[in-house]
C-alpha cells in the first residue's frame, strides 16, 4: 500500500508537469500541436498578378507576425524563380518584357522577364508616368474632390469646393471647346457625391447637413398605432443624414430631382430613374403595415415626371433594376418567388417564370432581401439561376423560360454558377454577357452528392450547349473562386487546395489540365488534419451528411473527445483548407483537431414552417448517436458548440437532450417571445419580428404554442449540460439580454453554467486579446469536461467585478490545482 501510494504520488506530479508545461500527445510524436498563437506564424498567399501576355507571374507569401513580405516572380511554365525581400512594390511593364521592383531605399530595380536578369537604373518617378491626353485644364488639385467622365469621352464632369463661400458646385468641362459650366451648386454646409457605378446620365447626391435637419422641432416623441413604424423608447438617439438624389442628363445637361423624403433611387437607365418609396425600414412590419410597403415609380430624366409602375405586397420583398437598354424594368418579388418585368412603352407587368419552379432565391427564413444575381443578354433577356440550372427569361414575356443548362443541374445534384472573373456582374455596367477566351461562358460548379468542385462550359445559349471541362476533390474558393485572368491570351490563375493541402497558385488554359505554381505547405509542420464524410439516417428515413475532422496521428484504437460544432451547412467545404486563424465566435478548428479532439461538422438545413429547432434537433441527435457508436468516438465526452444561429440550436439542444458532456454557446436567442417586438438601439427586434411572423406563420397570439416551442427557455429546468455562454452587451445582431436572461434562470435552478461579456465586443469579439481570452477560456472549459483536466479559477471561483461590467482578472485562468473532474 505504501509503494502504491508512493506510485500515485509521482503519476500525479509527472502528469501535472504534463499539463503545466503544456505537452500534448502530438508534441511527443515530434510534431508540436496548433497553439493559440500559431495564427501569428500562418502564412497567406496574397497581391497575385499575372502580366498581360499570361507568361509571367507576381505574387507575395507573408503571415501576420513577420514584417517582412516575400515577393515571388516567376514564369507560368516553372523554368526559373526569383525571390525578393523587403520590397514594397513589383509591377510588371505594359510591354510584358520587365518587373519594375520598387525597394524600400527609394531605388527601383528592372528584371528583365526574357533574360531573367536585373538592371539597376534608377528611374524617376515623373518618367514612367503613362500621359493619355495633351489636353491641359488649369485647376488647383485641392479644389477637385471628384469627377466622372461622360460617355462621349471629350467631357466630364468635375465636383469641386469652394472653400471661400463653404459650398461645394459641379462643373461640366468640354475638352473640345476647353469651355467650363455651372450645373448645380449646394447650399452652405451641405456635400454634393458622385455616383461612379451609374451609367449614361450622371447620378448625383446632395448630403443635408445635421443642422439643418428638424432644427426647429420640439423634443415630443408623438406615437400612434397607425404609424409607418414602431418607436424605438430605448434607443439612442442619433442624428441620421439625410440626403436627395440628383440627375444630370448627358443629353441636356439639365439637372433633374430624382428623390424626395423617403425615396431612393434603384436604378437608372436610358430616359428614367427607377425609385422606391417606404415609409419605414424595410426589414420589417411590410406583412402587415400597408404604410410600411414599397412603391416603385419611374421618374423621367428628363423633366421630373413620375408614374407608378408597381407595389409591394404582404408576402415579401422586392428589389428592381432597370434593364441595360432602359425599355424593361425587372422586378424580384420574394413573397411570390417570381421574376417580373415591367415593360415601359406598353405599360404592361409580366411574370417572366411562367409557372416553372423557379426560385428567385433559395428559401430561407433568415434571407431578407431577394436575389438580383441576373445577367443582360441582348435580345430582350436576362439570365437567372435557381438552386441548380441556369435560364434564360424572355423580358418581353412571349416566350417561355429556357433551361440553359439542360436541366442537368437538378437531375445529378448540381448548383451552377455563371463565373464571375470571366463574366463581370453587368447589372450596374454597361455591358451584356459576353463569351470569353474560352469560346463560351465559364460556369462553376458543385456536386453535392460527392462534395466535389469544378467547371462547365456553356458552349451556346440553346439549352444544349452544357459542356464538362473538370471536377474532383479540391476546392478553388466556392461558388466565386478568385481567378486572375491575362489580358492578352487565355492564361488564368486562381488558387487550388484541399482538407490536408495548402490553396496554392495554379494555372490554367482550358480549366481541363492545371499546373501548380507556389508550394507552400505550413501545415507539415503541425499535427494537422484529415476531413471524412459521414452520412447518418434520421428518424423520418432521410439521409443527412457531415464532416468528421480527425488529427493527422489518429490512433484508432483509442478513444476521443468530440466537439461538435453546429451552424448550417458545412459539407460543400469537405475539401476546403481551413487554414490557422483566431476565430471570434467560437474554438477554432484546427486547434480542437490538432490538440487531439475530433470534430464533427454536421450540415442542418432546417426548413420545416414553424420548427426550425426542432428540425434541427430530429437532424443532429441520430448524427450524434451514430457518432458516439464508432469505436474511436468516447460517447461520453461529447462537446457542442455554435454561434449565431448556431448558439440558438446549441441552447435548443442542450434543453433537448442530455448526450453532450459540455456546450458553448456564442450569442444566440434563447426564446423567441420577446426577440420578436423588443428593440433598443443595438439588437434587430423589428427585422426579427417579420421573420417570426412568416415563419411561425402567425403572431404571438395566433400560434403562441409554437413560439414557446422553439424557446430553450422555457425548458431550462431540463438541462444537464455544463453550459458556457457568451453575450456581449453590445451585440447588434441578437440582444444581449437573451444570453443574460438564460444565463440568470440556469443560475437560479443551479445548473452548471457561466457566461462571458466582453466590453469592446459584439457579435463575436475583438481579433487579439480579447479572441485570445475567450479562445483559452473555452478551451479550458472543454478541456475540464472533455478531457478531464484541471478547472480554472474562474470555473470554481468566479469572477471578480470591479465595475459595472464584468472583468476577468489574470489569474483566474491558472488550473485549480485539484484532480476531481466535473465536480464544479
Known sequence: MIYKRKFDILLVTFLMTFIHHGITFAQVQGKPAI?????????????????????????RVADDESKIQEFVIKPVNNKWERKYFGLQTAEFTGDNKY?????????TVYLDL?????????????????????????????????H???????????NCKDATKGINALYRYNLDTRKRTLLFESK???????????????????LLPFDSINSQLSGVDVWGYKDASAPLPFAERKKELKCWQYVISSETGKVV??????????????DHALVEYRLSNPSFEFTWNEKSRASYYLVSIKDGSKKLIHQQNSKGLIEGVLSLDGNYVVFSDYGLLKYLAYDIKGGTLVDLCHKIEISVTTIDIKSKYPSTDFYWLKDHALVVKDDYDLWKLDLTGKNPPLNLTGGFGKKNNTTFWINKTLHPRSLFADSYLNENKLNGYLLNAYDHKDKTWGFYKLTNLSGKGLQKLSSGAYYYGGEDPGIVKSDQGRTFLLTRGTATTFPNLFVTHDFKSFVQLSDVQPQNMYNWMRAELLHWKTANGEFRDGILYKPENFDPSKKYPVVVHIYNEFTSGLNKYMGVQQD?????????????????????????PGRRLKSAFDMLIP?????????YVDSERIGLQGCSWGSEQVNYMVTHSNLFAAAFSGAGYSEQISGSGFRNQYSTGGAKFAQNEIHFGGLLTDVHDLYIEESPLFFADKMETPLLIKSNIDDSAVPFYQGLQFFILLRRLGMKTWMLQYDKGGHGVQPGKDCEDMNLRISQFFDHYLKGKLAPKWMTRGFYRSTSRLIAVWSSMRLEWSLKVNQN
Not at 188 to 204: A, C, K, M, P, Y
Open 35 to 59: 497553439d493559440f498563437k500559431t495564427y501569428k506564424k500562418w502564412p497567406s498567399i496574397s497581391g497575385t498578378q499575372l502580366s498581360n501576355d499570361g507568361k509571367y507571374i507576381i505574387f
Open 99 to 107: 518587373v519594375l521592383l520598387n525597394k524600400s531605399d527609394g531605388s
Open 188 to 206: 452652405s454646409g451641405e456635400r454634393i457625391e458622385l455616383d461612379h457605378f451609374n451609367v449614361g446620365s450622371v447620378l448625383f447626391k446632395v
Open 148 to 158: 466622372v467622365i461622360l460617355a462621349d469621352k471629350r467631357s466630364f464632369i468635375i
Open 584 to 608: 471570434v465566435n467560437t474554438l477554432d478548428i484546427t486547434w480542437l483537431v490538432s490538440n487531439g479532439y475530433l470534430v464533427f461538422m454536421p450540415d442542418l438545413i432546417c426548413r420545416e
Open 114 to 146: 526574357v533574360q531573367n536578369k536585373e538592371r539597376t537604373n534608377n528611374i524617376k518617378k515623373k518618367e514612367m508616368v503613362s500621359i493619355k491626353t495633351d489636353i491641359e485644364i488649369q485647376l488647383d488639385a485641392e479644389d477637385i474632390i471628384d
Open 257 to 270: 430631382s430624382l428623390t424626395g423624403q423617403n425615396e431612393r433611387v434603384l436604378s437608372i437607365r436610358g
Open 623 to 631: 448524427g450524434v448517436k451514430y457518432l458516439a457508436s464508432l469505436s
